[in-house]
């Protein structure tokens, strides 16, 4: 019989419990027991799921203070910390880590950089006791190689040397247990003969102790399937839903390589909230059945990409809802595709506006390519903002204060009349153009009062898309935000932004920018339709947005900003899937942009291994790129150095996610 598997449920809480007790404990409202006990109590609960929602079996350790990768390198002993304070301190502090992507999602993890390390003398050891009696069964754990492959700091000549110690950390630990769950993502991306190698030798290595060792790998195919499954471990855990190759090329495989396996089945989706074809999954899980002796159905990657549970979502239409599963829900349609529950299933097809899908069919290659080179706009922009040669300005956000979200969440229930809200948003744009001007800088912005967040502002204005009351997810560390669910033709019915920043524009005579977020932004933080190419769905959006900044234009705003921090987030794992990726990525942003060659074009870009990519966002045909530059040293810097970049740059230098101050030497 087929059994169930989860991993990987939100740690944030129905109500984002965890967010809230952590941030106590950064105001100084609770102490550090009061902070153990809140942690205990989440984690608890997070492991309870499961089993409440008739699981049959999880892995234990699976929650974090604040992130995952993090722990490890402290159990491991890359990273001494003495206290919570200290902890945090890595976290968001004066010694805040790096912050980068987690593969092709916007979860963020912090990277541990071992530039300065010697590792002639520097031991790695088990610093940090899991309690067997608290977890007493499946460990949790990332794996050394993944942990070691998107660590970053060790020489290609020692990472073999570096590796083989990590793993005999990990046989140590995991020798203590009957069963341990280690995440191995990393084994997905394009690796090298050695590396296959070097894995290979690690879990012949880990497998020599009396402990069953379960393998996962998830967001896309191991292009090593084969050696994969011969590796000697108890089971090995595979995503049948990004990893679109995985199961025909486990099939081809003799018989005999899943005799002894157990076979954790990935067939329900971990990042997308369309409910699973339970008939399909059924009827693969019957040919499966016929090659392993012991097969559980499981979800296809971790369970915290999606929001906790559709319970309390009351503005959902129903027609669309029937059609809808979040994380709890997930774990429901395991036990569905177990009983063979073929009920639930009904393959949603959005509603079309032929209007907007015959706009998308006649683009032509005109329109993502301006006629005027970056070069010769840039003289037009020269004479009609008058800059200075050094100017300053800010990424766009001021802080969300209570009466910014009093003022939302009074017109939002009701309390205030629309003029009111107006006029309370009017008096926030004036503040912050007043505190701007009293600061000297030279290109102002209006604050972002009006707004709940960079993408679901605009989804709430586009038809096509749907917002959720309580669909928060996790981004990084206590850091939680709502995507929309993308379900029909895209389309602006009316301007979005435009009120707010023809208003400040009115308060100076300096630029003001104009605040947009990117087409490949708003996809990648939201939940696309599965039922037209997402090349389509970018491009809708892009239209839209290109009419925003033609009202801009309008309205006499010299300056617009369209944010992409996710453009490199999408970046497909494999490198043979790059190319069909930045045609309608790049395409969709200088689709977005091509209006006016007088209105100067600003990119904002953040928190990512952009110098991979360089080369493509030098394709992206804005004026000005702003990009961070604090937690992650200005590496991107040097990368813009080594190509022919003729744009102009703004360098971000102070990390907006740490509440320490930097000093002019920092």
């Known amino acids: 019989m087929v059994k169930t598997y989860a991993y990987g449920f939100p740690r944030i809480g129905k109500n984002r419990e965890y967010k809230k007790y952590t941030e106590d404990f950064w105001k100084g409202k609770i102490n550090r027991k009061e902070l153990n006990e809140q942690y205990y109590i989440s984690e608890s609960k997070l492991e309870k799921t499961y089993s409440h929602n008739g699981i049959d079996w999880n892995p234990m350790y699976e929650f974090s203070p604040y992130d995952k990768m993090l722990d490890t390198a402290i159990m491991l002993n890359a990273h001494k910390v003495g206290s919570a304070e200290h902890y945090y301190d890595l976290c968001r502090g004066k010694n805040a880590l790096e912050m980068t992507k987690w593969f092709n999602t916007n979860y963020h993890y912090l990277v541990t950089d071992f530039s300065e390390y010697d590792f002639d003398n520097f031991k790695f050891r088990l610093s940090k006791n899991i309690n067997k009696e608290r977890y007493p069964d499946n460990l949790y754990l990332i794996g050394p190689f993944t942990f070691l492959k998107l660590s970053k700091g060790i020489p290609a000549d020692k990472f073999e040397s570096v590796l083989y110690q990590v793993a005999d950390v990990y046989k140590l630990l995991i020798s203590k247990f009957d069963n ?36 996962f790998t998830y967001y896309d195919d191991v292009d090593w399937l ?21 199961l025909e090329n486990l099939l081809k495989l003799d018989s005999s390589y899943l005799e002894n396996k157990t076979l954790f089945a990935g067939f329900v989706d971990g990042t997308n909230v369309w409910r699973t074809d339970i008939r399909h999954a059924c009827n693969n899980l019957d040919t499966l059945e016929k090659v392993t002796n012991d097969l559980y159905v499981t979800n296809a990657g971790p369970l915290y990409h999606l929001p906790v549970t559709l319970e309390g979502e009351n503005n ?24 063979k529950d073929f009920a639930k299933y009904s393959k949603y097809v959005g509603k079309p506006n032929k209007l907007v899908s015959d706009r998308v069919s006649n683009l032509k290659d005109d329109d993502f390519v301006k006629s005027l080179d970056v ?22 956000s001021f802080p969300q204060t209570k009466e910014v979200r009093v003022n939302r969440l009074h017109h939002k229930k009701g309390k205030i ?27 102002l912005v209006h604050g972002e009062s009006e707004r709940s967040d960079m993408v679901e502002h605009f989804c709430q204005r586009m038809d096509g898309m749907q917002s959720t009351d309580n669909g928060w997810i996790i ?40 605040m947009l977020t990117g087409a490949v932004t708003i996809m990648a933080w939201d939940f696309v339709r599965k039922d037209i190419p997402i090349q389509d769905v970018s491009y809708q959006i892009a239209l839209s947005l290109q009419d925003e900044i033609r009202d801009y234009e309008k309205a006499g705003i010299k300056m617009v900003q369209v944010d992409e921090p996710a453009f490199r987030e999408l970046v497909p794992i494999k490198q043979k899937n790059h190319e069909d990726y930045f045609d309608w990525a790049i395409k969709s942003y200088n689709l977005s942009t091509n209006t006016n060659h007088r209105t100067q074009i600003h990119c904002h870009m953040c928190y990512s291994e952009f110098n991979e990519i360089v080369h493509q966002i030098n394709q992206l045909d804005f004026d000005v790129v702003s990009i961070e530059c604090s937690r992650s040293g200005g590496e991107i810097i040097e990368a813009f150095e080594n190509i022919d970049f003729k744009r102009q740059i703004g360098l971000g230098v102070w990390d907006i996610h740490s509440p320490a101050i930097p000093t002019k030497n920092d």
Request: net charge negative; charged share 30%; proline share 5%.
């Open 375 to 396: 070069v010769e706009r840039r003289k037009l922009q020269d004479k009609i903002l008058n800059l200075p040669e050094l100017p300053t300005t800010t990424i766009g």
């Open 226 to 246: 084969e050696e994969f499954v011969s590796l000697p471990v108890n089971g090995i855990g595979l995503d049948f839903v990004n990893g679109k190759n995985n």
């Open 417 to 443: 009349t629309t003029e009111e809200y107006n006029n309370t948003v009017d008096n926030f744009v004036k503040d912050a153009i007043e505190f701007q001007e009293d600061l000297g800088f030279d290109v």
């Open 316 to 339: 959902i239409p129903e027609e669309l809802k029937t059609h809808l599963s979040f994380a709890t829900e997930k774990l429901s349609e395991l036990v569905d595709i177990q009983n």
């Open 475 to 514: 981004s990084y560390g206590t850091r939680c935000y709502r995507p929309s669910i993308i379900h029909g033709d895209v389309s602006r019915p009316e301007p979005m932004t435009i009120r707010e920043i023809e208003y400040a524009q009115s308060l100076t005579d300096k630029p003001v920018k104009g």
């Open 180 to 215: 341990v769950h280690i995440d191995e993502p990393a084994f997905v991306m394009d690796l090298t003969r050695e590396e296959i190698i070097t894995i290979k030798n690690v879990y012949t290595n880990l497998s020599k102790v009396d402990t069953n060792i379960n393998l």
